[in-house]
């Protein structure tokens, strides 16, 4: 268990985080380098997409037990003191209203025990404390890197930290042989604990392909999500999640995932950050420029990129997007020609214009309901 001293803390600015330090203290909270370089804020717009953050939790102490004795004129009244109230647990629960972590403070106080009194009054137990995370939160203990839950579920909940047993008041320590007497016992120290929340699942489908392939146009037109769209490389620095309506009343959240480069398993890029979004995919949608000659080696590349970051990954269900066919003059024989090479659905369209959207979100509905009633 962490040792922490409030006297002696501090608040740091680190990456763009606050963190708590108490060195004085023994308690360590000096973040790796590997984890600094691991760890990135991505701007854009001026506001922060925060899958990471780093927490500092403390679960109530438990209430002390009272020593107190019944009142009697010849001041031997048996004794009375009521028992301390346990300290409030902290649990984090899953919850679909939340997309990302910004939401969250650098550090979480459960409330303590209540103490016991005379008259056997016991102490108030502690209000456990919940805290909402998103569907697809990694919790690992930051000190061992020790993964310590993952919650998949709505409603999923995780106790971080346990709260401080109650203190007993003096009744629990009379005897025939000692009628008074005045011990009791303390209430125990609540857990604290540094965690890291990683947010790995942000949607059903992940847009995926190099940048500036018209990711962003394609969210934008098969949902009601507004991503920044310019016609040039990396406009999008952070994920956009946009909701599909399908047929059946049937709606799928889709995630644009920002640009994929050459070496991004190795972190070049914006690597890791956001790889870790498409591992939990259902689906893969790769979004391809086919006005580029480029087009089907820059595809090979996105899914080495994929396995070599987990290996199996580009095996996800998917679906090839042939996009900015405006641009092409013969699409049926770049159609015949992409569908010769890739081992998938192909769908040639434009996001600019709007151009065969209706057929890909038929092809998603069809994937959709195979996959989940086989």
Known sequence: MLMYCRNHLSRLKLSNKVIISSS???????????LKKKRKLIYAKGKTFVDWKRIYIKSGNGGNGSASFVHSRDHKGGPDGGDGGRGADVIFIADDAYSQLSHLEHQYRAKN???????????????????????????????SDEELADLTRKGETYTVAKGGSKGLGNVHFKSPTRVRPREFTEGGTGEEIFVELELKSIADIGLVGFPNAGKSSLLHCISRATPKIGDY?????????????????????????????????????????????????????????????????????????????????????????????????DQDEMRNNIQQHVNMPVVPLSAKFSQNIEELKSLIFQKWKFKHTG
């Not at 644009?256 to 950050?273: F, S």
């Not at 591992?279 to 080495?304: A, G, N, T, W």
């Open 24 to 34: 004085q203290c023994g308690c360590s909270t000096q973040v790796s380098p590997s």
């Open 113 to 143: 025990g209540g103490n016991g009194s005379k008259k056997n009054r016991h102490g108030k137990n502690g209000e456990h404390l919940h805290i909402q995370i998103p569907v697809g939160t990694v919790i690992t203990n930051s000190n």
């Open 233 to 329: 490389p990396f406009t999008t620095l952070k994920p956009n999640i946009g909701v599909m309506n399908l047929k059946d009343d049937l709606t799928v959240s889709v995630a644009d995932i920002p640009g994929i480069v050459k070496g991004a398993h190795e972190n070049i890029g914006l690597g890791h950050e956001f790889l870790r979004h498409v591992e939990r995919c259902h689906m893969l949608m790769y979004v391809m420029d086919c006005s580029s000659p480029d087009m089907l080696s820059q595809f090979e590349i996105l899914k080495k990129e994929l396995d070599l970051y987990k290996a199996g990954l580009s095996t996800i269900s998917s679906i090839f997007i042939a996009n900015k066919i405006d641009l092409i003059q």
